[in-house]
C-alpha cells in the first residue's frame, strides 16, 4: 500500500418529482397511506409527527444551511449564466455534518461555519428528517475501505445519528464500484445508475446522501390549458416552452424588484416558492439574494384578494454539479493535504469528491419548478399577472422552519413537450431553427420569435378593446379560455387561424375574429436574420363582467 494521503468521497442524489414510484422499503412502510389520483400519480398522507420546536441553536442550523444555499446558487448562476440548474441545499448541509464528525481543529472550525456547531447540527439534522412528512425520503450510505482503519466512534455516529448502512469493501477491485452503485440504483429505483465510475485502492470512505421528495399541488392544473408559448432567455434567445395556466389564489409577494408566488403540496410540510425577477436579468438578482431576503419574502407573503392569471412552465430539469471548488473556497483545509480528519480514522485524509445529482419535474399534477410564461386575456379589469416567461428562481422550502429543501434557476432548457393528447413532441430548446420544420416550412420556433408592435401589453390592450362578448354566452354566463394558433408569415401577417382548444361555439368565433382583426406582426427570424413562417400561440380568456 503506497503511503500518503487516503480520499474521502462524498455523493449527493437527490429526485425530486412526484411521478416515480417509491422504493420497496417505503412502500412497505407507507402502502396504507397512498392516495391515488386519476391519473395514477400517488400522494402520501403526511405523518403524525409533531413540528420539531427549533430553538436557537436549532435555528441557526437552518439559517447556516439557507445561507449556504445562496452563495452555491450565486456561484453557479455566475458560472453557467443563461443556463437552468438545480440542487439541494439541505442535502449539501446535511453531508457536512456527517463529515464533522470526523473533523479536528481548523477542518472542524471550518465545517462548523457553515453547519453550526457539530453537536447541535448531529441534533438538529437527525431530528429533523426523523419529523419528515412521508413526501420526502432521505438514506444514507457509508462504504468503507476494509484496507484502512476507520475510527469506531465515526462509524457509531454516522450509523446512530443518521441511519446509515455502512458495508466494508475492498476498493482495489470492481464489486466496491457494483456494490456501491446497486445501494445507489436500489434507493433511487433506477433513476441514477453508474454514479461511482471505479473505486480507487488509496479512497479510504464513500458517504452517500439520497434525497427524494414527492409531492401533488393541493390546485392542480389543468393539462388542457397548457400550450407552448414564448420564454425569453437573458441572452436575448426565445423558445417555445410548455406553459401551464390557472387562476391562483394563494400566497402573493410583490415589491419593485419580484413578484413571487408560493404553490402548496398537498400532504407536505414544503411548498414551491418561485421567484420572477421584473426587470434585472436573473444573474444579477441572484447577486442581491440572500437568506435575510428570502425569509422576508416568505414571511411576507399573503392571500390576494383576486384571482392572478398565473402561468408556469412545465419542465424537467437534470443537474450534475461537483460542488469541490464551490466548496473549497469556504473549508480550504478539507480539501487539501492539511486537512484533519483524525476523528475519522488514523490515515491521513482530504476531501477529493463533493458532488451533487439531481434531477426535478414539474408538471400539472406536482412537484418543479422552471421558467416558461402563457399570457392570458379578459374583457375588463385585469387580474394580477404572474407571467414566469423569463428566467427566474425557486425554492421547494418548509413551511414552518424555512429550510431550503430544493434550489434551482430556471432559463428555458431541459424542458420535455407534450401535447395535451399525451404524445411528446420534440424538445426544442437546443434545436436549430432548420430542424424544426413543421414539413411546410412553417417553424414551430425560430431564434428570433415574432412579435407585436408595441409588445405583449399593446397586444392585450387591443384584444381587450377589440372584443365583443357574445350575447348568447352572456345570457347563458358562459366564460373560458379559447386557445387560438396562427401563422405569422414572413411578411409579418396573421394567417391560417384556427382554435387549438374550444370553450363554446360563439366564444370560439368571437376568438377567430379577433384573430383576424391583428395587425401585422414584427416577424419571426432565424439565425441568419432571415424572416420565416412560424406559428404563433395566443390564448385568449373571456371572464363575465362583474355586474353581470
Known amino acids: 500500500m503506497k503511503p500518503g494521503f487516503n480520499k474521502i468521497i ?26 391515488v389520483n386519476n391519473d395514477g400519480f400517488q400522494s402520501q398522507v403526511a405523518n403524525d409527527n409533531k413540528p420539531l420546536t427549533l430553538n436557537d441553536e436549532y435555528r441557526n442550523c437552518i439559517d447556516k444551511s439557507n445561507e449556504l444555499a445562496f452563495t452555491l446558487m450565486q456561484k453557479q448562476s455566475q458560472n453557467e449564466p443563461f443556463k437552468s440548474f438545480t440542487f439541494s441545499p439541505l442535502s449539501v448541509s446535511y453531508a457536512l455534518a456527517m463529515t ?18 457539530s453537536t447541535t447540527s448531529n441534533s438538529f439534522y437527525s431530528k429533523y428528517v426523523a419529523h419528515f412528512s412521508p413526501s420526502v425520503i432521505m438514506s444514507n450510505y457509508m462504504a468503507i475501505n476494509k484496507n484502512f482503519p476507520v475510527n469506531q466512534d465515526f462509524i457509531k455516529s454516522i450509523k446512530g445519528l443518521y441511519n446509515a448502512q455502512v458495508s466494508n469493501l475492498d476498493f482495489s477491485t470492481d464489486e466496491a464500484t457494483r456494490r456501491i452503485n446497486d445501494w445507489i440504483k436500489q434507493q433511487s429505483n433506477g433513476e441514477f445508475s453508474n454514479i461511482v465510475k471505479q473505486t480507487n485502492a488509496n479512497e479510504l470512505v464513500y458517504l452517500i446522501n439520497y434525497l427524494r421528495f414527492k409531492a401533488l399541488w393541493v390546485s392542480p392544473f389543468d393539462k388542457n390549458n397548457t400550450y407552448d408559448k414564448a420564454f425569453t432567455n437573458d441572452n436575448g434567445t426565445t423558445t417555445q416552452v410548455p406553459t401551464m395556466f390557472q387562476y391562483f389564489r394563494e400566497l402573493y409577494y410583490e415589491d419593485n424588484s419580484c413578484q413571487a408566488i408560493s404553490m402548496k403540496y398537498d400532504n407536505s410540510e414544503f411548498r414551491m416558492l418561485i421567484v420572477l425577477p421584473k426587470d434585472s436579468k436573473i444573474n444579477d438578482f441572484v447577486t442581491k439574494m440572500n437568506a435575510g431576503e428570502f425569509n422576508h419574502i416568505v414571511s411576507n407573503l399573503k392571500v390576494t384578494s383576486a384571482d392572478i392569471d398565473l402561468n408556469l412552465p412545465r419542465f424537467s430539469t437534470n443537474c450534475n454539479l461537483d460542488l469541490r471548488e464551490m466548496l473549497m473556497a469556504m473549508m480550504p483545509t478539507a480539501f487539501n493535504e492539511k486537512a484533519n480528519f483524525g476523528r475519522l480514522s488514523k490515515a491521513r485524509s482530504y476531501i477529493n469528491r463533493f458532488t451533487q445529482d439531481t434531477k426535478i419535474t414539474v408538471n400539472e399534477y406536482g412537484t418543479e419548478a422552471s421558467g416558461v410564461t402563457v399570457q392570458s386575456f379578459i374583457v375588463k379589469a385585469m387580474h394580477p399577472q404572474f407571467n414566469a416567461n423569463h428566467p427566474f428562481l425557486y425554492f421547494i422550502y418548509d413551511e414552518a422552519t424555512h429550510a431550503i429543501l430544493l434550489a434551482g434557476q430556471f432559463c428555458g432548457d431541459g424542458f420535455e413537450v407534450v401535447n395535451t393528447d399525451g404524445q411528446r413532441n ?33 397586444l392585450m390592450s387591443f384584444i381587450k378593446n377589440n372584443m365583443i362578448y357574445p350575447q348568447e354566452a352572456l345570457k347563458n354566463k358562459i366564460e373560458g379560455r379559447v386557445i387560438m394558433q396562427f401563422v405569422v408569415t414572413r411578411t409579418g401577417r396573421v394567417d391560417q387561424v384556427k382554435v387549438a382548444l374550444a370553450v363554446n361555439k360563439d366564444l370560439d368565433k368571437e376568438a377567430v375574429r379577433l384573430c383576424k382583426l391583428l395587425p401585422n406582426f414584427s416577424p419571426g427570424r432565424n439565425a441568419m436574420g432571415e424572416t420565416v413562417d412560424v406559428w404563433y400561440t395566443l390564448p385568449i380568456t373571456f371572464k363575465l363582467p362583474a355586474n353581470n
Open 10 to 35: 462524498l455523493i449527493l442524489l437527490a429526485v425530486l418529482f412526484f411521478s416515480c414510484s417509491l422504493n420497496s422499503k417505503s412502500r412497505e412502510n407507507n402502502e396504507s397511506n397512498k392516495i
Open 100 to 117: 464533522g464528525n470526523g473533523a479536528s481543529g481548523a477542518t472542524l472550525k471550518e465545517i462548523e461555519a457553515l453547519t453550526g456547531p
Open 426 to 458: 420534440v424538445d426544442y430548446s437546443n434545436a436549430r431553427d432548420e430542424d424544426i420544420d413543421d414539413g411546410n416550412k412553417i417553424f414551430r420556433s425560430c431564434s428570433h420569435m415574432p412579435h407585436f408592435p408595441g409588445g405583449d401589453q399593446a
